[in-house]
Structures are given as structure tokens and as C-alpha cells.
């Protein structure tokens, strides 16, 4: 499977590679903190290899039974019945594949649900040893197999913090992965079961996480915080949220 690896910031500032924005290849010291990028051997301190989506994705369409398989929510779209048992039923989902969707009305664009944690891969309490994994799943497969092992994608894991604490910051790595969705979309997939080329369309629709992976994706957590309040998009202090948690916690 192809990636790329980069080289990171060990305070996890930024990461060390050049976009349409700005250029950090070539930098032998961090532009924030000043941490060197190499140790005395020339070897980077800390590096990240990202897992690219767009092969796997276009294998998934390449091949008829599973392009067939990605288009078929779209079969129960205009279904009357409100009951919803599976995310293909909710009028979100619905509404992202109508013609004023991100789709225009094209069933095989892509959904994705990101998925990230600190776990432990030790399987022990005894080791103080936790690594952040990022991963996707496609919501357009059946719900019977969309959260299987086989079909979950790993983008990149962040790199382990060996005394058991979470990384400082998700955002140098969570960049890479959205510049590379944006620019899969619009690109030329080809389909193998209408044996045809169509413009591809692919978007994050959910996120799965605990706490600590809510404040570090929306960037909510101390005093370096972009928004006062995780459940709504006011920035600052949210007057009826911030009341409600602080009589939360009080309770508890």
C-alpha cells in the first residue's frame, strides 16, 4: 500500500513539507518553537507516514461488484417510510446526494466517517504507552460490513507518546489527510460497473470519538482553544452550553 512520510515537528508544530501555502521542506528548524528537525545522526526526530486514500479508492471503483455495492444507498433514497435504521435513512444523508447536495445528485460520491483514539497497543496498564491512530469508514457500504476490519481505512497513526500522554496537537496531521480529500474531489475516477469515467466527490460526514478526541479535532481544549463550547459553533463563551456543563461536573 502507498504512503508518504514526513517529517514532523517533535512538539508536533508543523509538519515539515511544501504545499500551495507555504514551503517547510527545506527548514532545518521548527519556525515556531525553534526545535531542530534532526538529532545529531540526521535523522528527522519524529516522522509520520500517511496512508493515501485515492488508490485504495480507486480499486474500490475499478471493481464492479464493489462500485456497485458503493452506489446502492442510493436505491432506498426516495423511500417514504421516516424510520431510520441505518445513517442511509437520516435526511442528512438523503440531502447530500439530491441535486443541490455535495454530490449533485450523483450517488457514487463518497461519505467518510473519521474515526480517531489513543489506544495502547500493549494491551497492558503496566506500560505507559499510547498511539493515536487515524482512520476512516466509508459510510456508503451496507452497515454489515462498513465498520469490518477488512474495510476500515487506516490513514496514519501519531507517532507514540511513550509516557502516556496525548499528543499536543492533531492538526499537522489531520492537514495532510484533508488536503489530500480535497484533491481527490473533483478528480477522474473510473467506474467498473457502468465502464465509465465520472468526477468523483468525497466529504467527511461524521466523526466517531471520545473526549479527548473531540477537543483535539475541533481544537476546544485550555486556553489555546478556537471555540469556548464543543457543542455549537459560537466562538468564545456560550452563555446556556458553558452553564450547563459547569452544572454538569458540579453534580458529578
Same mark, same amino acid.
Given at each position: 500500500m502507498p504512503y508518504i512520510s514526513y517529517d514532523f515537528c517533535i512538539n508536533e508544530c508543523v509538519v515539515f513539507r511544501k504545499t500551495s501555502q507555504y514551503d517547510h521542506s527545506k527548514l532545518k528548524e521548527c519556525p515556531i518553537c525553534g526545535e531542530n528537525r534532526f538529532n545529531t545522526s540526521r535523522i528527522a526526530k519524529q516522522t509520520?507516514?500517511?496512508?493515501?486514500?485515492?488508490p485504495r479508492l480507486k480499486r474500490m471503483f475499478a471493481i464492479s461488484g464493489i462500485s456497485q455495492c458503493l452506489q446502492?444507498?442510493?436505491i432506498f433514497t426516495n423511500d417514504p417510510d421516516?424510520?431510520?435504521?441505518n445513517v442511509h435513512d437520516s435526511p442528512l444523508w438523503k440531502k447530500a446526494f439530491t441535486e443541490d447536495g455535495f454530490s449533485k445528485g450523483d450517488p457514487r460520491g463518497i461519505l467518510f466517517q473519521?474515526?480517531?483514539d489513543g489506544v495502547n497497543p500493549f494491551?497492558?496498564?503496566k506500560v505507559n504507552y499510547s498511539m493515536w491512530p $487515524?482512520?476512516?469508514s466509508?459510510?456508503?457500504l451496507p452497515k454489515q460490513v462498513r465498520n469490518t476490519y477488512q474495510n476500515m481505512m487506516l490513514v496514519g497513526i501519531v507517532p507514540a507518546q511513550v509516557e502516556g500522554k496525548e499528543p499536543k496537537s492533531l492538526d499537522p496531521y489531520l492537514e495532510i489527510v484533508v488536503d489530500e480529500l480535497l484533491d481527490l474531489s473533483e478528480a477522474t475516477f473510473y467506474d467498473g460497473y457502468w465502464r465509465a469515467e465520472f468526477t468523483f466527490k468525497i466529504d467527511i460526514f461524521n466523526c466517531v470519538l471520545d473526549y479527548p478526541g473531540l477537543t483535539h479535532i475541533l481544537s476546544a481544549p485550555g486556553p489555546n482553544a478556537l471555540q469556548g463550547c464543543m457543542w455549537c459553533e459560537k466562538r468564545g463563551t456560550c452563555t446556556t452550553c458553558t452553564y450547563n456543563m459547569v452544572h454538569?461536573? $458540579?453534580n458529578v
Open positions: 509520520f507516514s500517511d496512508y493515501r486514500l485515492g446502492a444507498h442510493a421516516i424510520t431510520m435504521y473519521l474515526c480517531t494491551n497492558s496498564n $487515524i482512520m476512516f466509508v459510510l456508503n454538569f461536573y $458540579i
